[in-house]
């Protein structure tokens, strides 16, 4: 595709839940990362791959988030026992190599999970 | 914790009038990167800043990096309308390939 594409746009789920968010990078970018966007906040990090290197996962709030890149490509963030303060924007993007290669980050439009 | 400090959180202005917002890093930066983000949208670059006290212009936005490389700023001459929203900060930090952390922004509103 063109840009990032993250899927669902919205999510609603009931507290307790597991939602599963998507996201498809640009093809050939080698770094993806995961933000939060709580409402009028700023981007809070949560994880980052690169390449074939082990995640950064230093982000991730507790252990009821995880995420995974297949293939070097499509990245699936989850969160179990969906809690009300999860309730935020997830924001993914993704660039040609890691922030220290000097390439811009592309977001996708991010997706909206509330949990009620 | 947050490596990447942007003050000011909100700044209010009068069309027509200047904007700067200011970012300070814990470490020593390769490179700092702004955002801007539009209510409701998504980030989108603006600029990279690379070499020791560099300065880059686009039309009414000035963007400089410290001489020190921990520091940076945005100035917008003349603010418009079109110039609402959220400015951001990022930088590199940990890892070799560097993960991308973002300061908290600076909420720019435009009063016509």
């Known amino acids: 595709g063109a840009g990032v594409s993250q899927s669902p746009s919205n999510k609603v789920t009931e507290k307790g839940k597991d939602v599963e968010l998507r996201c498809d990078p640009i093809?050939?970018?080698?770094?993806l990362y995961w933000y939060r966007q709580s409402l009028g906040q700023g981007l809070e990090f949560l994880i980052y791959?690169?390449?074939?290197?082990?995640?950064?996962k230093s982000g991730l709030p507790s252990d009821r988030f995880s995420a995974e890149r297949t293939g070097g490509s499509v990245s699936t963030l989850t969160i179990q026992r969906t809690q009300q303060e999860d309730s935020a924007v997830y924001l993914c993007?993704?660039?040609?190599?890691?922030?220290?290669?000097?390439?811009?980050?592309?977001f996708g439009q991010g997706t909206r999970l509330t949990v009620v | 914790g947050q490596q990447v400090m942007q003050i000011p959180q909100y700044q209010h202005v009068q069309e027509g009038e200047d904007f700067t917002t200011y970012c300070n890093s814990s470490?020593?930066?390769?490179?700092i990167q702004w955002y801007k983000q539009r209510p409701g949208g998504h980030p989108v670059f603006l600029i990279q800043?690379?070499?020791?006290?560099e300065v880059k212009k686009q039309k009414r936005l000035t963007f400089q990096f410290g001489e020190a490389k921990k520091n940076s700023s945005l100035h917008i001459t003349a603010t418009q309308t079109t110039d609402v929203g959220t400015y951001f900060c990022?930088?590199?930090?940990?890892?070799?390939?560097?993960?991308?952390?973002f300061g908290k922004g600076t909420k720019l509103s435009v009063k016509p």
């Open positions: 800043l690379v070499k020791s006290g």
């Open positions: 470490t020593t930066l390769s490179n």
């Open positions: 990022a930088g590199p930090y940990g890892g070799s390939q560097g993960n991308l952390i």
């Open positions: 093809s050939g970018h080698t770094a």
């Open positions: 993007a993704s660039s040609l190599r890691g922030a220290r290669g000097y390439t811009e980050a592309f």
């Open positions: 791959f690169q390449g074939n290197s082990a995640p950064d």
